[in-house]
């Protein structure tokens, strides 16, 4: 996002006005509005918008700006989140084994399609530390066993703390995370899986398509919570197989599949274009 | 479009206060806003707009507020278009031997996916008739030759007028229009085109494919111009063939495609999510 | 399939000398191969292959080359299954109120993209009656409740019968075949589930999917066998959806896939490029 | 493909007994048939197929089998090629300043997705130089300017010649190859070319995409012969795009494809999936 511009995310009761009080204040404050993108769900009467104005004819200044949203938003009752194009959110990208999640993250982040710093990379081996080495980022090693995971998670928050990790991303990260690790970083942490969820939740999803014989894999990348493999989807993909594609030939063309889901997630979270409500997710793509 | 419901398109060059403007106005008389939708085109400097909101709680009357939003288009010297609820737009078809197009708009209109009324169907052959029948819709046969092409044309655009037709849908029809014909009825006129423009112009674009060898056939559903097969494009869709596909299996691949491309073209175009700028469309999906 | 073709349909363990068997009988008896495709499962350790062949240079006749094949099949333990494009299936179509898959199928009949005869349509409902005498074809109207089930599918069981009915469509047939009826047709049952089975499972998967808020949603064709949506699957298909879709939107978006879905399954199937195995399919496509 | 596996590609006029002789001669050795693809082209009158078979129970030797071979191959009249598992193509990747393609196609080598070895990168810049380190391929730099570049070709041959490379991947090499160069590999140099041909041929497809407004963007991945974006198309993708997109977001939607499209394309040529025939592909995918 541009130093310039802004991006108010809002979440509400759907009531009359919600639309008008948001432009009035930007536009009372000299902000011009870019993009807005707005949804109201009638079954759960709530509201949703976002609204990307640019702040270089800001005719007050940001204070005063902050203080009228957040007036609109007592009035209406909104949670609202305001990011500026100069914060540059910082992420964290846990890897195990398997590289093509963080190569692909790392490439894309080189290109400019992520508009993040990529803090650090934490895994549980090593193969991730020439990777991380060669894309200048840095590498930490945190092994984990039954007996030591508390520690490492202990260690994994500590250092996510320190680095003021806006978000982590699970680029294939083989360790299902503790509750009480999910729970400091809520709609924070973003994981791929390897299927097209709800279909083939747990282990192996590759292996139980292959026996169950379907035409087509997916992959889902959604918010981490407590329970494994049900939070909030974000995106999802599938792709054509057949008779003729053995286990390999599926995790294989999985991979393709869960590189575009992941990093199709993480650039529209950065982008603030995801809002969390009901177990599922908004995303203004 | 249920009835207490209204639409609001809107184009212009892009201003500060647009969206805030067109927001208070309608706030302003009672109207909620249910849906809202919004692109700036930074390059061409214009910005678009669609608002669907709900006439059930206003506080004035349709007169005062298609009042004040004629003031605001005049102010930003706006291009707006204001559609109720109440106004089922009117459709032609029009169709020649093949009959699949045909089928697949008239099945949609009876599942209730097109929000119009099909007020007839028009052919230069004879094999729509009973399907027309069978769906209890007017058919007209207007015959055709290089002769006769001007008087059929007259007698197609007095149809269309007596029977105050919004849209003329060409549902494999495979007469080309003049371009007197086509000026009557500016960004009102659908075609399907049985290729992905701009590949395969003009006849037999299937033979065109295989002669190139392809590996994905394509449809472009699009507005008619005056010049053939190169109007604003609404729509495209492709699917996947290989050199097992004879000319005939791409027909028939083809089909699925033409039907659902335009079928997606007409239900947008009544849906007043479609813009035409610069050759091109915006459509609020 | 023209009148002067046959198909071949092979399944058995995999052994060396089955494809040079297979070709050298049929080249023996002067048959040209146009088509041959061949699979072979390692893990389970099975070999299947259809072949498609021109009867009209034989050197001996059909009784001959059947004896060959007989003989061949005998010595490897193969399964095998003749069909010659002299014998068209006959096909019995079963629908309730839902009308689109219904129309598809007969849609594309006329339009030639179905090798069978479309010999009866079956319903539990009185929608279906008009449609089947648009198109022509016999219609039988078979009401039924709980207390007359058993009844029901006797009846239907005599139409299928006497009609010497080869495949029966459930397109969108609302009502559970007992394990009785499915077990007269052995794969010769195809249903169209509105959900990218395994996902998904039973009534209202339009509804699952919303209220679950994934990002895609599927359409599955299958053979049915005794355990509700648990048959090998045929053909699958998703299309993307958002935040954005109602149910009902859903419902729309999934007809269309329900539709391209059932009538790819349909048309493998009369086109003899289905093999059943292990509770899954090979499609020869 | 595993050490005792091979691979025989044929073409040919289509005749009676082709694919018994073919099956008869390798079974007659003792050679297991693991898959066969064919493919008639009836219009043209061209027969092909694909046989790979398993060598580990050969009664007879490579030298016997291929002299089998060569006799069916006589009396027939075939083109055909014969490919063992031993023998790892040798292959030369050709970047300039963009490096999606490239990490694409080094990672999915090192994935084990890509049968051959990447012998070199060749590149008219020195971006590429740190990554070919980093994956250990041997970089040589050979830049380019109007004037020099029949040396720099002649180079670039020199090094292909002496290296013994099999293809020739260009991965969005953005230098026009002359045809004397081309004519040095036939069918073995291939490129990826970023629209889906025969659309926007030449340069920046992505803006002549933006400018058409087209709703859908492509990649082609082709074989490279004299006349520029025009050789056998192996493998192409879409991906849908909107008036949303500007020309950078097309360009970022358009790697994606690029970089599958051009692996899928290397890895059929890589394991004898395609043949070039009639300006046009034959893919045994």
Same mark, same amino acid.
């Given at each position: 996002m541009s130093a310039h511009l802004a991006t108010l995310l809002v979440a509400c009761q759907d009531r009359k006005g919600l639309v008008a009080s948001l432009a009035q204040v930007l536009y009372g404050h000299g902000a011009n509005i870019l993009d807005s993108d707005q949804h109201t769900d009638p079954i759960a009467g709530m509201f949703f918008q976002r609204l990307r104005f640019d702040l %270089? %004819? #800001? $005719?007050?200044d940001r204070v005063s700006i902050e203080h009228g949203i957040r007036e609109v938003g007592e009035r209406f009752a909104m949670t609202w989140k305001l990011s500026y194009g100069t914060q540059v959110p910082r992420v964290a990208l846990f890897a195990s084994k398997q590289e093509h999640c963080l190569y692909d993250l790392l490439i894309r982040h080189r290109a400019a399609? #992520?508009?993040? +710093?990529? *803090?650090m990379v934490i895994s549980?081996? $090593? +193969? /991730?530390e020439p990777i991380s080495r060669h894309f200048g980022v840095p590498f930490h090693h945190l092994p984990v066993t039954a007996e030591t995971k508390d520690h490492q998670e202990a260690a994994a928050i500590e250092l996510c703390e320190l680095g003021k990790i806006d978000l982590i991303v699970l680029a294939r990260y083989m360790q299902i995370l503790s509750p009480a690790f999910v729970a400091r970083f809520p709609s924070r942490i973003i994981n791929i899986h390897h %299927? !097209? #969820?709800? *279909? !083939?939740?747990? /282990?192996n999803p590759y292996r139980q398509a292959y026996e169950k014989g379907v035409k087509l894999i997916g992959a889902t990348s959604h918010y981490v919570t407590a329970e494994l493999d049900q939070g909030p989807i974000i995106e999802q993909a599938t792709i054509r197989c057949s008779h003729r594609d053995s286990v390999d030939d599926l995790v294989r063309k999985g991979r393709d599949l869960e590189k575009r889901v992941l990093a199709n997630a993480v650039r529209w979270h950065l982008d603030d274009r995801v809002l969390v409500y009901a177990g599922k997710t908004v995303v203004f793509d």
């Open positions: %270089s %004819s #800001l $005719t007050t399609e #992520l508009p993040c +710093e990529v *803090a549980n081996h $090593t +193969e /991730a %299927s !097209f #969820l709800p *279909a !083939f939740v747990g /282990a």
